[in-house]
């Protein structure tokens, strides 16, 4: 019995001997990657803003200019009813 207890406790032994900290390069690859996937998805959502507050610029000069064009309209309708 103290013999299986020993073959035991040797081999455990082993086996959290033989994980170790793990492969450096390995983690250094994940963390590149994570670094990588990060920046990606900050100038993707830096794009996706960019492009929101263009498409928001470009709606409020096209009520402006159609706020314009109705302005214009009423006032001709108005000259066009007094020179009646």
Same mark, same amino acid.
């Given at each position: 019995m103290k013999k299986l207890l020993a073959l035991?406790?040797?081999a455990?032994?082993?086996t959290l001997v033989s994980c170790g900290n793990g492969d450096k390069k390995t983690d250094d690859a994940a963390a590149a990657k994570?670094?990588?996937d990060s920046t990606r998805m900050a100038d993707s959502t830096a794009k996706a803003k960019a492009a929101d507050s263009a498409m928001k610029a470009k $709606? %409020?000069?096209d009520t402006t200019k159609k $706020? %314009?064009?109705d302005s214009t309209k009423k006032a001709d309708t108005?000259?066009?009813a007094k020179k009646k």
């Open positions: 035991v406790v040797i455990g032994s082993i994570m670094k990588a $709606a %409020a000069m $706020a %314009a064009i108005k000259m066009d």
